[in-house]
């Protein structure tokens, strides 16, 4: 039986880059590899008005549902991308790309990615844990 996840009760972990406070975002990874799936990973997460996630990459495809807020999606190419409630992006690795919240509420979106156990490779260095690398909590079994 898959499990079902209360995700709205997971208690959000603040990431912030080390030298930029426009990085700033709180999120909880609902499901991943031997947590629930064997071969996909869920996180859910929420950015402030101002703040934005920080360039990054992943090492496997992202699909992501906006559930509330607006923001923009910046992609390395140069472009950008309005989003808000019920937005679907994909994003195919290993592309860079940053999301910031433009809006006046918190920017809420759940992210799917494509693999049990995977990393993002930040430009910034995050805090915690201090690294440019941030990914599954089994990225390092």
Partial sequence: MAPVVASDKLERTTVWAEDDPSVNWAGAFALYGG????????IV??????KRLGWHSDATEETQYI?????????EDGTTHP????SVLVLPTPV?????NTGTETLR??????????TQTFDNVMLP????????????A
């Fill in 83 to 86: 989003v808000g409630p019920g």
């Fill in 129 to 140: 844990p201090k690294s440019h690398t941030l990914g599954t909590p089994n990225r390092a």
């Fill in 67 to 75: 559930i509330a807020g607006t923001g923009e999606l910046h992609m």
């Fill in 35 to 42: 947590h629930g799936t064997t071969q996909s990973s869920m």
């Fill in 109 to 118: 979106a759940v992210a799917f990615f494509a693999a049990a156990m995977f």
């Fill in 96 to 100: 860079r790309h940053d999301l910031v």
């Fill in 45 to 50: 997460y929420e950015i402030e008005p101002g």
